[in-house]
């Protein structure tokens, strides 16, 4: 088949990030052709600033050098202005470097043309040493002048402006920025923030002069800018005007050639304009009214139009909430969404002027709206990912201002200003990951995601508490380019687009019954999935249809295939399970026997109750079941997502503080939960008095019994962060905790994303909506506890499953070591 | 090396699963089958911290170390990218149903 022709114009970064997700999904259906202006292959922009802080260099900001061009098999004019598109022969003409014609034809064009700087019509605008800021040669202008002049006024105070002016004063000229408004960054700041930045700009040797417009650049002798000259009068020397007064969409080319253009290159949510075959990303494109200037959304567009040319056509783009970074070295800034104080918004402010401290929060109805952060930005990713999940944030209002400090920085409390961390500073405590590592691995490999920053560097790939410090991190090195994944619609790994949500919602619904099933009807890209799907597709299938799903051991982890605990030199650890902690003399008879027998070398008590036997070799682990089950014990479930254990304490049965039979209470609700299946693992305690021994208030269901009845808390966890349960609701007596506690779990079971613990669940659908379903509706409660009841029904304990088989097919398939 | 050594049937080896074989001189290999059955056999012992690769997750032709998710391609032992390193593949094949693995 012959390959289509793709052509872009521009080589910025949101068209190369196209051509990149477009390699990644379908490599051989074009044939690429890029013109880009510059000389320079694609490089990050973003990071000019630095280059001009002299904090980096030119080389360290390109993303795809020549040789990536090359090995995609892409077509590259550099220095090639193109100077007309076209439409009727479909083709695209451009003047290259040697002022000669190059013509290209396509069957579909890509416009990246992004945006050029606007030049306010003042007279004296073309005068020598007048730039804008916006490209490498700009940069170079600027530290070529720097070197030489003395002078500097940068006009405009938006991000670029002070940004610009940051990096002259760093390289040594007396820079004095110039704003036509009554505070810097009026867009992205409100006036308090606005005047602490100008005021710590100013500590810095920085000038201001507000509330200015500028009449006219005057020339000197030598014909080079010398002064810039106010409608007031007043007028201040400079050897060099850098002019950041805002930037426009580069139409240009797309209006000459007849496209639709309103502000911008008006597209549709695949990134097509109104010629289909045509398309346009970035910064030079107006969807929904919008022209993105940062980087974050640019990307999310790529992925869709790459999608879109690839002919797959299932991604929509629907718009971005974008987030502002100052990158000021030293000089914390960030500000989210809307803070204009409109109609029925409410503002929360902490203002300590002491510490350079500011933050305002703005809320409506109950969901964050804005933010703004000055002096401590270690919450802004945290408020952010409120802002774009719509989070109804009513439970944690009272403490919403102080921020997430729990949020992914044990063991780096108070040092958990990501910026501020020495470069040896350990963040990855799984893998052993330093902060060093991290910023190389991103500036090195151009990452901007934190799922690129696993990959490469494996920090936060395990556990996973430090995520929040992995995304400051990544925050404070790219800037405005990094953005949160909206955790609603993450997709479940790389072998697919689609996000949990929408994998069960598509298995509840289409009755999908097996992990291939799933697969085949979501389009899966690769052909078994991976370690990370397969596990999630088995649950969905198995919570959504019990007893009708297929169960496909292949697609659960070794524990759950095992029944066991691998340790870290392969061998396995076996916990039979005891019944609200309940045991008996035969019961541990039986254990002591078959600790010998097996030569196992370590016993120990578990935190949940029980005993463990580590260090049996799976080849043993049947014929132990077998002696386990035989003195009619079951298993623990200590390795599953699944319900673990009912720790108890002794209760009125024998304290003499007790006001209710905890231990009771709690074999009732381990029988009743035993071998349910979960998102993650779930962990119940039972407390016979508020004194609280079995420590209910780090369970997933705590039930703390008063003289009255029973207390149940939700969401307790004690492992990666502790978190405290919170009060869900009293009850009378033993059926009711079974009910509304047994409501919940299957409410978590039916909405919780796998691998999700109930504190992380809780966190993302908002106490109210569990409060809503299992407390608020009492059919909806019965409804619920029904169904757990019902999926639950003729659990077989897997011991006995193995031990009743006496063909030994199956299980000597899977324990059995061949000799040869 | 010398000859092929049956090993089992390969009905014995469930489809994205693996056995675990012992053999005196190289010690323990594990024998994949991937979706379509086609046999691997590698060292069972993943070269980041010895894991064994025979109890991990099967997908493509690629197995998921279960101890710390390294990624090892069947075919040749290499790691996949990011992480470096290999682990020594084995020839193997299928013939008449059953599985033949050479030492």
Redesign the interface.
Known sequence: MRKLKLVMVGNGMAGVRTLEELRKIAPDMYDITVFGAEPHPNYNRILLSPVLAGEMTIQDIILNDLQWYADNGITLHLGARVTRIDRHNRSVIATDRNGETVTANYDRLLIATGSTPFMPPFPGRDLPGVISYRDIKDTDEMIDAAARYRHAVVIGAGLLGLEAANGLALRGMAVTVVHNSGWIMERQLDRTAGKMLQAELEKKGMQFKMNAQTAELVAGESGRVAAVKFKDGDSISADLVCVAAGIRPNVELAEKAGIHCNRGIVVNDTLQTYDPRIYAVGECANHRGTAYGLVAPLFEQAKVCANHLAEMGIGRYQGSVTSTKLKVTGIDVFSAGDFSGTDGAEDIVLHDPGLGIYKRIVLKNDRLVGAVLYGDTKDGAWYFQLLKDEQDIHDIRDHLVFGNAHLGDVGHKGNNVAASMPDSAEVCGC?GVCKGSIVKAIQEHGLFSLEDVR??TKAS??CGSCTGLVEQILASTVGGAYQPADSNNKAVCGCTDHSHGEVRKAIREHKLLSVVEAQQHLGWK??????TC??ALNYYCLSSWPHEAIDD???R??NE??HAN?Q???TYSVVPRMWGGLTTPTELRAIADAAEKYKVPTVKVTGGQRIDLLGVK?EDLPQMWSDLARAGMVSGHAYGKSLRTVKTCVGSEHCRFGTQRSMDLGVKLEKMLYGMWSPHKVKLAVSGCPRNCAESGIKDVGVIGVDSGYELYVGGNGGIKTEVAQFFVKVQNDDEVMEYGGAFIQLYREEGFYLERTCHYIERVGMEHIRKQVLGDAACRKALYEKLLFALQDYKDPWAAIFEDKSGGSHK??FE???? | MTDWTRICALADIPPLGARVVESAREGRIAVFRNAVDQVFAVRDKCPHKAGPLSQGIVHGNTVTCPLHSWKIQLENGEVVAPDVGCVKPYPVKVEGGDVLLQL
């Open positions: 893998n990959k490469h790939s395990s690769t052909p078994n999935g991976c370690a397969r596990p051991p292949q697609s982890f070794i295939r095992a691998i870290k030199d392969g799976k398939r899977d070591i061949i000799k040869v």
